[in-house]
């Protein structure tokens, strides 16, 4: 007698890499790689023990979000340079440095490009701070002059509609270029192959195709629900100021990433009316970060996620209430 099948969620989690993904399961993280030749290529990530392990108060509600946000960067960073690697896309690769990079590197050293590099980050941080906080502040002061103050009311709203018009924007044009959109189709494959195991189907291709790409415990969603959390406390943040506002808004992003991470978790682990809404924006953004992939990336995804999946289904929780 065939056994029942049994809906449930699962506390594995994923990250499209460059022609790869990442697996994050309870006890393991794998990478799989499409490789040049062809196969996939499979790399047990050696992740040590994350913040919420080392100090316990990170495992309380809320400081779990601010612990786990850091991690997941963390992993994600070493993932994806991982992946280029195993890709052929690094610098023994496909890539070839300019003759100017190697006129640089030769004049002033290792040191020097390494500190050029560091600036670039600093910069690029710098950068994303002015666009996304300092500019709508700025703009909602000039359009707030011939209007008046009456619209010092809205000032919170409309400056997050700026935000989020700036990130939709930059994620559109992101998804026009092809390495991007490659990224984009992995994204939706590792998805896709979630929902398929989350459904207790057997994990082939024909069976993850069938499943929809778009997951609420997807980093996507975060962002979102973080852009319009920043709305509600910007409404408490007094000052008209473009750099102070974006101060008091730099120093209140921990409070939004936990509360943004609590709302992710409780939507990843129940269905009702109260999760749809709140997933509702993050799965529409989801169709431009997801894409539907072909079933050389369900492979790769597949591959990735049979390394992680724990044999006692610790990780699953039925839905009905209580674990698998």
Same mark, same amino acid.
């Given at each position: 007698?065939?056994?029942?099948? #049994? *809906? ?20 393991? #993280?794998?990478? $799989? ?7 996939? !290529? ?31 960067? $963390? ?31 030769? *004049?002033?050293?290792? *040191? &020097? ?22 500019? @709508? &502040? ?20 409309i400056e997050g509609a700026m935000r989020m018009a700036i990130f939709l924007a930059y994620i559109i044009l992101c998804s026009r270029m092809k390495d991007v959109r490659r990224v984009f189709e992995y994204h939706g494959a590792e998805h896709k192959t979630i929902? +398929? ?6 994990? #082939? ?10 997951? @609420?415990? +997807?980093?996507? !969603? ?15 943040? @007094? ?9 008091? *808004?730099?120093? +209140? ?13 409780? +939507?990843?682990?129940? /269905?009702?009316?109260? #999760? ?22 369900? /492979? ?22 209580? $674990?698998?």
């Amino acid at each position: 007698m065939p056994r029942e099948k #049994t *809906k449930c969620i699962t506390s594995i989690g994923g990250q499209a890499l460059v022609e790869g993904i990442m697996m994050r399961g309870p006890h393991k #993280t794998e990478i $799989a790689v499409r490789n040049t030749d062809g196969g996939i !290529s499979l790399e047990e990530m050696k992740t040590s023990d994350g913040i919420a392990k080392k100090h316990k108060a990170f495992r309380l509600p809320l400081l779990r979000g601010i612990a786990a946000f850091i991690d997941s960067i $963390a992993i994600g960073y070493r993932a994806l340079s991982v992946s280029v690697e195993k890709a052929g896309l690094d610098s023994d690769g496909d890539y070839e440095e300019s003759k100017f990079d190697k006129w640089v590197e030769k *004049k002033f050293g290792e *040191k &020097t490009m390494a500190a050029v590099m560091t600036a670039g980050t600093v910069l690029g941080v710098l950068f994303a701070i002015v666009l996304f906080f300092i500019l @709508p &502040t700025w703009a909602f002061n000039l359009i707030e002059v011939p209007a008046g103050h009456g619209l010092e009311g809205w000032r919170s709203p409309i400056e997050g509609a700026m935000r989020m018009a700036i990130f939709l924007a930059y994620i559109i044009l992101c998804s026009r270029m092809k390495d991007v959109r490659r990224v984009f189709e992995y994204h939706g494959a590792e998805h896709k192959t979630i929902f +398929c195991y989350e459904n207790d189907e057997e994990l #082939t291709v024909d069976n993850v195709r069938r499943h929809r790409r778009f997951h @609420p415990r +997807c980093g996507t !969603s975060f962002i979102v629900l973080m852009l319009i959390l920043g709305i509600i406390i910007g409404l408490f943040i @007094p000052f008209r100021n473009p750099f102070l506002r974006t101060a008091v *808004k730099i120093l +209140c992003i921990p409070a939004v990433m936990a509360i943004g991470y609590e709302l992710i978790r409780y +939507c990843g682990r129940n /269905e009702n009316m109260l #999760t749809r809404i709140i997933s509702a924006p993050g799965l529409w953004v989801q169709r431009i970060t997801t894409k539907e992939p072909d079933d050389s990336m369900i /492979e790769v995804a597949i591959a990735a996620i049979k390394e992680v999946i724990p044999e006692n289904g610790e990780d699953r929780i039925d839905l009905r209430g209580g $674990a698998k």
